[in-house]
């Protein structure tokens, strides 16, 4: 077995596999396949990115990176505004199930899952809706 280093932690992609198989996450976005790293139709969709913040500690075991979780709309403006918020605090509440989950061995350990700031109604210059929030993930190899 080789050993884990703290770089082998990675928030989003952990993340990111979680919610795409995660029933809670695809019933709120309408269906599987609408997670992703990238802003992508089918519409809802949820982006899962790195996110502005968080902590890295003293960089020898567990960090408290921030994961982003952007959730857009149609660009013809729908769902709503009230329901792509839902759609976005349904999303991170399935994320933190990670918490919970049996360690998958080789996997990195993930014991924290907690909203570090506020959701934010951030529209495209397009006019295509948009909400976005942080997560801050307590991981370690």
Do not use: F
Not at 1 to 30: C, F, K, Y
């Amino acid at each position: 077995m080789t050993e884990r280093n703290l770089a082998d932690a990675d928030p989003v992609s952990e993340i990111l596999a979680w919610l795409q198989q995660s029933t809670v996450a695809a019933e709120a976005l309408g269906g599987h396949g609408r997670a992703s790293g990238v802003a992508e139709a089918p519409w809802p969709h949820l982006l899962v990115g790195h996110g502005p913040g968080g902590s890295l500690r003293t960089l020898t075991w567990a960090t408290e990176p921030e994961v982003t979780l952007e959730v857009y709309g149609d660009p013809g403006g729908w769902p709503g505004k009230a329901e792509l918020r839902r759609i976005l605090l349904r999303c991170a509440q399935a994320a933190q199930g990670i918490v919970e989950a049996p360690h998958v061995p080789g996997r990195p350990v993930i014991n924290g899952v907690r909203p570090s700031g506020l959701l934010i109604w951030a529209p495209l210059v397009d006019g295509q809706p948009r909400w976005l929030m942080n997560l801050s993930v307590t991981i370690h190899p």
